[in-house]
């Protein structure tokens, strides 16, 4: 029974390029959700979402940052036009059902703008 | 103030001490994490814990809703118990978990 699954593990990114950062949650679990640790910080919500559906979004950029988890397939952040500010580790957890369950972590992108 | 107060920031103990982390919160929360994070940047889930005490192995959460307080206990320390402990409890009325900045453990041995 695999874990969280995220890729790319690693992932480097030019100024004003696009960054995808997928997750494939545990199976059997329909919401996700996202968190980003900046260098030397504490984790921070993003973004929360169950299929086809974002529940709560009040973590993430108005600007640049987008989410989706579609009906098939992973869960994807999606950052355009990168600045060297969102270099960071972003985790990506899901769990059965809702918020009120034990989130299960995938082992993070680790996203680098030069 | 921040909403998730953990302390301390930093401990070192000797392998086989006996290891408390504490955690405030000033929100009013249905539920609380205990999260580790490994050197590597990987992290699992300890806890999730809404009310009393939990075990697993060498590891104790306790809360107190009342209080507005949790514990996290580590008996018989061992090297590999060196990470961050981070404190992530979940509003009531949020969806989303809110996290203390973590407490450094190094276990010497």
């Known amino acids: 029974n695999a874990g969280v699954m995220q890729n790319p593990r690693h992932l480097v990114r030019r100024r004003g390029q696009e960054a995808r950062l997928r997750c494939s949650p545990m199976k059997g679990h329909s919401h996700v959700y996202w968190y980003r640790q900046l260098p030397e910080e504490g984790l921070k919500f993003m973004v929360y979402l169950q299929k086809e559906n974002i529940i709560d979004e009040s973590g993430m950029p108005k600007e640049r940052f987008s989410a989706e988890f579609p009906k098939e397939g992973p869960s994807i952040l999606r950052i355009q036009q990168v600045v060297r500010g969102d270099s960071a580790a972003y985790f990506c957890?899901?769990?059965?059902?809702?918020?009120?369950?034990?989130?299960?972590f995938g082992p993070g992108t680790r996203l680098l703008v030069l | 103030k921040n909403e998730v107060e953990q302390s301390p920031q930093n401990l070192t103990a000797q392998e086989g001490e006996f290891i408390t982390i504490n955690c405030s919160y000033s929100v009013g929360i249905s539920a609380l994490h205990w999260l580790q994070q490994h050197p590597g940047g990987g992290i699992v889930s300890l806890f999730m814990?809404?009310?009393g005490k939990k075990k697993h192995g060498r590891l104790i959460a306790t809360i107190n809703i009342q209080e507005k307080h949790s514990s996290l206990h580590i008996t018989a320390s061992h090297p590999r118990d060196s990470a961050v402990y981070i404190c992530a409890p979940l509003s009531g009325s949020a969806r989303q978990l809110t996290f203390g900045s973590g407490t450094q453990l190094t276990v010497l041995p």
């Open positions: 814990l809404s009310s």
């Open positions: 957890a899901s769990s059965i059902q809702g918020s009120q369950e034990t989130q299960y």
